[in-house]
Every structure is written in C-alpha cells, then in structure tokens.
C-alpha cells in the first residue's frame, strides 16, 4: 500500500504526502481546502479563510509557509491584535495555526514549525 494519500476532485488525483500536505501547490483550491479543513474538523469561517489567504500570500511573496511566531507578528500588524494573537489563532487551528493552517492552504509546513506534531 502506499503512502502517498490522494483526493479525487472532478475526475483528477489530488496527490498528498503521509502527512496530509499537498504534494503539488498547484492542486489546491477552495474545494481542497474545505475538503482538508473538514478531515480536521474545522468548518472554515471568514475569520479561517482570513488566515488561509495571508498564508498563501505569503508563501507566494517569500517562498516559505510562516510559523507561528512570525505569523502572530505580521497578523497583529495587518489586522490588528484581535485577529494576530496566538490563542485566536490556536482557537482556530486548534492542532496549531502552521500545521493546520498550511495543510488546508495547500502549503508545506514551515521548516521550522513548532506546533508539529499536532
């Protein structure tokens, strides 16, 4: 058996790692991204899509996912300290706001992720 887990979206594998994270960047999309958030038992709201977005903003502006730390930091700057505080965030992503939040924004998991294993 393999490890590799796959989605099927409209006639096309969605390729995973072991993990959960998607193998391909380009194979996410919102219908991925609820289908992952659901695996986890989140129910995406404005506030999770809010995170979800600025996650894979950033990755596209500086090729890596943010961890906890730097993603409190830039959120609480962006959007304010309701929005950019750690327990919001972990109210969110309660298995952590850089596992989950990168799994269900199609990213990999920052190299330096402290809220992993979750």
């Known amino acids: 058996m393999s490890s590799i887990m796959n989605y099927i979206v409209d006639e096309d594998l969605i390729n995973k790692d072991p993990n959960g994270f998607l193998l391909d960047l380009n194979d996410w ?4 991204a609820r289908d992952i958030a659901n695996e986890e038992g989140i129910t995406l709201s404005d506030e999770h899509w809010q995170v979800v977005n600025f996650l894979r903003q950033h990755y596209i502006k500086y090729g890596s996912s943010p961890n906890v730390r730097l993603l409190v ?16 965030l972990y109210n969110l992503f309660p298995h952590g706001p850089s596992r989950q939040g990168c799994r269900i924004a199609g990213l990999p998991l920052p190299n330096d992720c402290v809220d992993w294993p979750g």
Do not use: C, P, T
């Open 29 to 32: 999309s919102d219908e991925i």
């Open 73 to 88: 930091k830039v959120l609480a700057k962006e959007f304010g300290d309701e929005v950019g505080n750690k327990k919001h």
